[in-house]
């Protein structure tokens, strides 16, 4: 069975930081794409963010540009998402994703980030 | 950034109805790479259709996808109660991998 397993998520100030954590089970994870997707409270879907098998390729939404940054460390099965100059904005459920190629298979529960003063 | 316009915004149908949803895209989406999800309340979303066409594993045979370039659909033949949900569409063709605002499907 996969098990996408997020944490990180808090309630944090305007302007702080943050780092996300996925652990991957039950997939060969250097085998995976990998990707980071957030929903506001009560919206919709909004992909944040992606990352190939070996790290070369990274992608983001413009409005992250700059202050996210998506890796990986395959050692340990594990996606992060560095998340810098927090907004009011940002704050949204934060799920890992995984794929065979760019295309989303499996979706973890996901992880809440507050961003609030 | 390919903006992915799902219509209608809500659907009222009842249990063995026919279901169609609309995803519009903005400019063509290359090779034809588009997937729907739904999601339900309290849960992540799942992927029923990928590359347009292809059911996902373990996804039955009353949802079917069709369209390619920039018109898309996703039918539900015969609703079933635990198909009623919110239904996104998604291209993974090209960064942003943007989704549609979603369609919610009610009884």
């Known amino acids: 069975e996969v098990q996408l397993l997020e944490s990180g998520g808090t309630l944090v100030q305007p302007g702080g930081s943050l780092r996300l954590s996925c652990v991957a089970s039950g997939i060969t994870f250097t085998d995976y794409y990998m990707s980071w997707v957030r929903q506001a409270p009560g919206k919709g879907l909004e992909w944040v963010a992606n990352i190939n098998k070996d790290g070369s390729q990274r992608y983001y939404v413009d409005s992250v540009k700059g202050r996210f940054t998506i890796s990986r460390d395959n050692a340990k099965n594990s996606l992060f998402l560095q998340m810098n100059t927090l907004r009011a904005e940002d704050t949204a459920l934060y799920y890992c994703?995984?794929?065979?190629?760019?295309?989303?298979?499996?979706w973890g529960q996901g992880t809440l980030v507050s961003v609030s003063s | 950034e390919i903006v992915l316009t799902q219509s209608p915004g809500t659907l009222s149908l009842s249990p063995g109805e026919r279901a169609t949803l609309s995803c519009r895209a903005s400019?063509?989406?290359?090779?034809?790479?588009l997937a729907w999800y739904h999601q339900k309340p309290g849960q992540p979303p799942r992927l029923l259709i990928y590359?347009?066409?292809n059911r996902a594993t373990g996804i039955p045979d009353r949802f079917s996808g069709s369209g390619s370039g920039t018109d898309f659909s996703l039918t539900i033949s015969r609703l079933e109660p635990e198909d009623f949900a919110v239904y996104y569409c998604?291209?993974?063709?090209?960064?942003?991998?943007?989704f549609g605002q979603g369609t919610t499907l009610e009884i």
């Open positions: 400019q063509s989406v290359s090779k034809d790479y």
């Open positions: 590359d347009a066409s």
């Open positions: 994703t995984a794929g065979a190629g760019w295309l989303i298979d499996y």
């Open positions: 998604q291209q993974y063709a090209d960064p942003p991998n943007t």
